[in-house]
């Protein structure tokens, strides 16, 4: 029986540069390019993106998708 992996609904600035292989002041100037969704911010130092958001805005897809 394969084991799914269940993708969580935010990410932080932190996973999200790591996801991309880029720094968190990357993902800043992206945020502010419209080139990132714009993060919510749950408190002032502490940023977190939609995953799902993110993944279609960057174009980055699922790779256990059952053909």
Sequence with gaps: MPISTIEPKYITKKELAKLLAVSPRT???????????????????????D????????????????A
């Design 51 to 66: 995953f799902q958001q993110c993944k279609a805005m960057l174009g980055i897809y699922s790779t256990n998708a059952s």
């Design 27 to 49: 993902i800043n100037r992206m945020e502010k390019d419209g080139k990132v969704p714009p993060s919510d911010k749950t408190f002032p130092n502490l940023n977190r993106y």
